[in-house]
């Protein structure tokens, strides 16, 4: 009995320290996101729409906070809300940013990597960056979608 209690904590111990490496961290550093879009009044053509994006670069309003390089909100092909920070992961600073087109692909011009949101996921299409953008929740509270860091 002892043993089995014995190896029992081991393989517990093991699959715990298994998932330290699992964490996934940014090169993007967590800083304060926050937007409220009221998709009837403010944006109404962004509501139910596909493959639509909205660029945040500056703050709206004074409790509006746009993360470190700015923040995109985008309409995936599935129709949902996501969002992520303009900042380009490869290079980490917050005025080289990614440019969206019209594909749902966000492009670096300063180190060439693309970036394929239209899923919603972000990763990168060229190998250069080995993660993807930095992604922001979204919530989605009656006609009003919610960004957040967390």
Same mark, same amino acid.
Request: with cysteine; net charge neutral; proline share 0%.
């Given at each position: 009995m002892m043993k089995r209690a014995y190896?029992?904590?081991c393989l517990l111990a093991l699959s715990l320290a298994g998932c330290e490496n699992d964490i996934y961290r940014s090169s993007i550093p967590d800083v304060s996101v926050h937007l409220e879009l009221n998709l009837v009044s403010q944006y109404p053509l962004f509501a139910n729409s596909y493959n639509e994006y909205i660029i945040f670069s500056e703050p709206r309003y004074a409790v509006d906070r746009v993360g470190f390089g700015g923040?995109?909100? =985008?309409? /995936?092909?599935?129709?949902k809300?996501?969002?992520f920070d303009l900042a380009c992961p490869v290079e980490a600073k917050r005025d080289v940013r990614v440019e969206p087109d019209d594909a749902g692909v966000l492009t670096c011009a300063?180190?060439?990597e693309r970036y394929d949101?239209?899923?919603g996921l972000g990763y990168p299409m060229e190998g250069i960056s080995k993660e993807p953008l930095k992604? =922001?929740? /979204?919530?989605?509270?009656?006609?009003t979608?919610?960004?957040s860091l967390k």
């Open positions: 190896i029992v904590c923040v995109i909100v =985008y309409t /995936t092909l599935e129709g809300y996501v969002a300063v180190c060439g949101i239209t899923f992604r =922001y929740v /979204t919530s989605l509270y009656g006609n979608l919610i960004v």
